[in-house]
Structures are given as structure tokens and as C-alpha cells.
T-cell receptor, first 113, second 112 residues
Framework: QKEVEQDPGPLSVPEGAIVSLNCTYS??????FMWYRQYSRKGPELLMY????GNKEDGRFTAQVDKSSKYISLFIRDSQPSDSATYLC?????????????FGTGTKLQVIP | DAGVTQSPTHLIKTRGQHVTLRCSPI?????VSWYQQVLGQGPQFIFQ???????GRGNFPDRFSARQFPNYSSELNVNALLLGDSALYLC???????????FGSGTRLTVV
């Protein structure tokens, strides 16, 4: 079993839809939770960075962490064609003095105008 | 402000050759990490350096090595290249070791 599981998609939605992206994890030692957006042929771009369970909002993006269920989500409201990208969840834990970051495989999102 | 810069952007190497990839972190960032991303997969952790010391190493063979210089820039070296080393190599920097990394655009390595 992988430490971090993420549905690879692809996920196709109409413009203006609410998008829900999810990841589950198995290691309760994970402390920090992140969402990255990656456009084709580019490096990942950090969207959200959270530590505790609960919700964190930034504009059209909301990150949700449920540590008891080992489940994290990213919601995108009023999705735009420019949101079309691959979304990577990532989580980190202390491993011998550094934060070891583990990524999901990424979900490819397409927002159709 | 300049982001994380990586060079070269693309390169093609032959099996058995050696390659050096370079990374300049964001000014003020002392932590640099290297990741390998194979097409269709998430980035896989290779190394983390903080204050010029190796702080973490992923599950990669000894053919992979890295170092961080006094100005916090970094090099990733791969010896005896294999076809399976073909991937996007990403460098990320952060002001601390606690994640929240900013990534560069990567170096796309093709081994033929």
C-alpha cells in the first residue's frame, strides 16, 4: 500500500463547477499537508500549506484536513479554464531531522469553457 | 524576485554518461531539495540539503549524489546513466526544513 493515495483522474468539469480533489494517507506521522498545482512542462506550484485538521481558505481554494480519517481535500470554487492542470497532494513528516515530503501521483483536471 | 532557477532546462545523454544539474534557490532560502518526477507520477524525493549539509536522502542508488555550496546553490550529479533515469528533475527551496517548498521548472533529462 502506498503511503499517499490519489485518484489520477482525469477529471473533466464545466467552467464554474466546484471541484473536489482528494487524497488519503496511511502514515499518522504526517504533520504538514500541501497542495501543489503543476502545469504541463512546469514545476509544481504551492497552493495551500496546512498543519492542523480543519479548513483553510485562500480565494477560490479551500484545503481540508481530517487527521482522524487520514484524508485531505482541495476544493476549487467557480473553476476556470486556467485551473486546468495536474494537482498534487503532498504531506511531510519529521524523519531523522528533516521533513520528508511524500507526494501523491497527481490528479489531472480539465475545466471546459 | 527571482524564483528557483535550474539549468539546463533540457539535455540528452547517452547511457553510461555522467550528468550535473544545477539549482539556484530563492534568495534567503537555506534548504534545497531534489526530486525526480517520472511522467505520470508525483515527484520522488532524492536529497535534502540545509545549511550546506545533507539532511535527508531518498531511496536512490549511490550513483546519485549532490552538494550545496556556501551561497546555497546546489548540484545534483548522476553517474553511469541508465535509460530509467530519464525524468524531470526538480529542485525546490525553502527558508526552513518544514516543507512549503518552492519548485523550479525542472531539468528534463533524456537518456538514450
Amino acid at each position: 500500500q502506498k503511503e499517499v493515495e490519489q485518484d489520477p483522474g482525469p477529471l473533466s468539469v464545466p467552467e464554474g463547477a466546484i471541484v473536489s480533489l482528494n487524497c488519503t494517507y496511511s502514515n499518522s506521522a504526517f504533520q504538514y499537508f500541501m497542495w501543489y498545482r503543476q502545469y504541463s512542462r512546469k514545476g509544481p506550484e504551492l497552493l495551500m500549506y496546512t498543519y492542523s485538521s480543519g479548513n483553510k481558505e485562500d480565494g477560490r481554494f479551500t484545503a481540508q484536513v481530517d487527521k482522524s480519517s487520514k484524508y485531505i481535500s482541495l476544493f476549487i470554487r467557480d473553476s476556470q479554464p486556467s485551473d486546468s492542470a495536474t494537482y498534487l497532494c503532498a504531506m511531510s513528516m519529521n524523519s531523522g531531522g528533516y521533513q520528508k515530503v511524500t507526494f501523491g501521483t497527481g490528479t489531472k483536471l480539465q475545466v471546459i469553457p | 524576485d527571482a524564483g528557483v532557477t535550474q539549468s539546463p532546462t533540457h539535455l540528452i545523454k547517452t547511457r553510461g554518461q555522467h550528468v550535473t544539474l544545477r539549482c539556484s534557490p530563492i534568495s534567503g532560502h537555506k534548504s534545497v531539495s531534489w526530486y525526480q518526477q517520472v511522467l505520470g507520477q508525483g515527484p520522488q524525493f532524492i536529497f535534502q540539503y540545509y545549511e550546506k549539509e545533507e539532511r535527508g536522502r531518498g531511496n536512490f542508488p549511490d550513483r546519485f549524489s549532490a552538494r550545496q555550496f556556501p551561497n546555497y546553490s546546489s548540484e545534483l550529479n548522476v553517474n553511469a546513466l541508465l535509460l530509467g533515469d530519464s525524468a524531470l528533475y526538480l529542485c525546490a527551496s525553502s527558508w526552513s526544513q518544514n516543507g512549503g517548498y518552492t519548485f523550479g521548472s525542472g531539468t528534463r533529462l533524456t537518456v538514450v
